[in-house]
């Protein structure tokens, strides 16, 4: 069975400094890995994927993640946070590179960036 | 706003009432999600359409659930004689299906409270 895991359900960090979100997987299939991204009163947003193609893969507002099969790991990083990253973000794999039909979420990993 | 569409934002309603949630997808997708999402935890996949089939759904979605998409373009998720254990935010998504590019697009959620 496909799941996630993340390891810190809160992370704290000063503004300009780096973030690290970690994500360990477990899948039967090669997974198709995501980061999505909650703001308060604002839905879901995708961050980034991964689906079988480059290892480190970029995405919106600085974003960045790398799989590691090794690992089991698709860790979140960003060079230097900004206030407007706090929010909520999880980690999700699907079935298959093409199946969109159902995610996987982790329990998620509240950021707060302080001043 | 040409994104997903759910209504009412909130619902509070006592132990025992039906309620019924509302979502409109982006115009184009012609795949819709529903996901339950309860405090601290991670949205769960509750059931999904292709146009207006109907084609799965979670165990977590009990006989007292309904959800329907009569003409491939609303949903609505009906919860009947609700229970405190209901509460929650139910999420719809969206995707075109064709272009199978893994990115779910998300409402703002319907938060339930059942008294």
């Known amino acids: 069975a496909q799941s996630v895991t993340q390891l810190d359900s809160h992370v704290s960090v000063s503004e300009g400094t780096p973030v690290l979100l970690r994500c360990n997987y477990s899948?039967?299939?090669?997974?198709?890995l995501f980061w999505y991204v909650q703001h308060p009163n604002k839905g879901l947003q995708l961050l980034l994927k991964y689906t079988s193609a480059a290892t480190l893969v970029k995405g919106i507002n600085g974003f960045e993640a790398e799989f590691k099969k090794s690992e089991t790991s698709f860790h979140l990083t960003k060079p230097s946070a900004h206030m407007s990253d706090a929010a909520e973000y999880f980690c999700?794999?699907?079935?298959?590179?093409?199946?969109?039909?159902?995610?996987?979420f982790g329990t998620g990993t509240r950021l707060q960036v302080f001043p | 706003d040409t994104g997903v569409s759910q209504n009412p934002r909130h619902k509070i309603t006592k132990r025992g009432q039906n309620v019924t949630f509302r979502c409109d997808p982006i115009s184009e997708h012609n795949r819709l999600y529903w996901y339950r999402q309860t405090l601290g935890q991670g949205p769960e996949f509750l059931t999904y359409?292709?146009?207006?089939?109907?084609?799965?759904k979670s165990r977590l979605l009990s006989d007292r659930f309904s959800a329907e998409r009569p003409k491939g373009s609303f949903s609505t998720l009906e919860i009947q004689r609700t229970e405190q254990g209901d509460s929650a935010m139910y999420l719809c998504?969206?995707?075109?299906?064709?272009?199978?590019?893994?990115?779910?697009?998300f409402g703002e959620g319907s938060r339930l409270t059942v008294l």
């Open positions: 899948s039967s299939y090669s997974p198709s």
């Open positions: 359409f292709q146009n207006e089939a109907q084609l799965e």
């Open positions: 999700v794999v699907t079935l298959g590179s093409y199946n969109t039909d159902k995610l996987i």
């Open positions: 998504a969206s995707s075109h299906g064709l272009t199978n590019t893994g990115e779910l697009f």
